[in-house]
């Protein structure tokens, strides 16, 4: 078992090692807090941290760093979240403010995300699965050309220009436009599926019939997109700049970006506490292939459910102050998109 004042011990190796990326030995950590004992006696509790592998040694002479045990130890019981000063408030405000779309805003999420941090920062997209169609257009380009345009109540928009092989007159367009809106709007992105799904078995025996069937089609190919998850990242480029944080190889790293996969299935599968926020330490990723990354999220909160936003680095990361940005910046965008909500 672990003292009280060994915790304490604990957090500050945690905090001396990410500020000064330097192994802690007992006398750095008698001048810098103020624990009131030798060094001798912080040098006993350190060795009950090591016992219970909460710290280690590097090199055989050297002080102490922590390990991805400790490093969950300080997570769960010692963090304490650094709020975010006013100018950064201010930044996060200022970069989300007035967004074009979704997409731009998503981009600007994660871009404001690692000039906060210095980490990779991710974001999943809000989930459209259980969005709500609320408007189908079809705008007349040319006799056999219409503009297919989607909306849905979690902010999704999909436009898509469909070519026809017959040609349409404007009654015909505002026929379609009828029965595609009468037979989908209000419906979830799943049951519309389902519904245009059973429009490409129709007949086709007028050029109505023809027409309808195309664009079920093309429909249904949108709202497969909407189902698909989705994941923004930026700030890539910091791991070059943190390579030496890591042990072993950043590729591993690279190649989860690039292919996205493994990061939404990771970022899905965290489990967040009663604040909404989530850690993943080191080794607690080997599963995903990366057991020298960590990742700390939060929720955010759509009319369609909760996703994720977060940042990606080496273990030895700013813990209190990641979390607190990841959280600062969901909150702010779960208010921006319940507003565009609102105004619908």
């Known amino acids: 078992m672990v003292s009280e004042r060994g915790l304490q011990v604990l957090r500050a190796i945690v905090q001396d090692y990410v500020e000064s990326h330097e192994p802690v030995g007992s006398k750095s950590i008698v001048d810098r807090h103020a624990f009131g004992v030798s060094a001798a006696t912080i040098r006993n509790d350190m060795a009950l941290l090591e016992d219970e592998e909460l710290i280690a040694a590097p090199h055989t002479s050297s002080g102490r760093v922590p390990t ?50 210095g980490q990779v920062a991710l974001a999943q997209y809000p989930s459209f699965a259980r969005a709500h169609l609320t408007h189908i257009e079809l705008v007349a380009l040319a006799s056999n050309r219409l503009l297919v345009v989607l909306v849905t109540d979690a902010g999704g928009v999909s436009q898509r220009i469909a070519g026809l092989p017959v040609d349409l007159e404007d009654a015909d367009v505002a026929v379609l436009r009828a029965q595609l809106s009468a037979l989908l709007t209000d419906q979830t992105v799943r049951e519309a599926t389902d519904r245009v799904e059973a429009l490409r078995a129709g007949p086709d025996v007028t050029r109505i019939d023809t027409a309808i069937k195309l664009l079920a089609g093309i429909i249904g190919e949108e709202l497969a997109e909407f189902r698909q998850e989705r994941l923004v990242m930026a700030g890539a480029a910091t791991l070059a700049r943190r390579e030496q944080d890591f042990r072993g190889s950043i590729h591993p790293l690279l190649e989860a970006i690039e292919e996205q996969v493994t990061l939404l299935r990771l970022m899905s599968e965290m489990v967040t506490d009663e604040q909404g926020l989530a850690a993943s330490i080191g080794a607690e990723n080997e599963a995903f292939g990366l057991p020298e990354a960590s990742i700390v999220a939060s929720n955010y909160l759509t009319r369609s459910g909760l996703a994720r936003v977060g940042v990606m680095g080496p273990t030895r990361m700013d813990y209190p102050s990641n979390l607190a940005a990841a959280r600062a910046v969901a909150r702010y965008l779960s208010r921006l998109l319940d507003e565009d909500e609102a105004s619908r």
């Open 68 to 117: 991805d045990k400790g490093y969950r130890v300080f997570v769960n019981h010692l963090a304490q979240l650094r709020p975010l000063s006013g100018a950064q408030r201010g930044a996060i405000e200022s970069f989300l403010a007035d967004p074009a779309d979704l997409d731009d805003l998503m981009a600007r999420t994660v871009r404001v995300l690692t000039q906060l941090t």
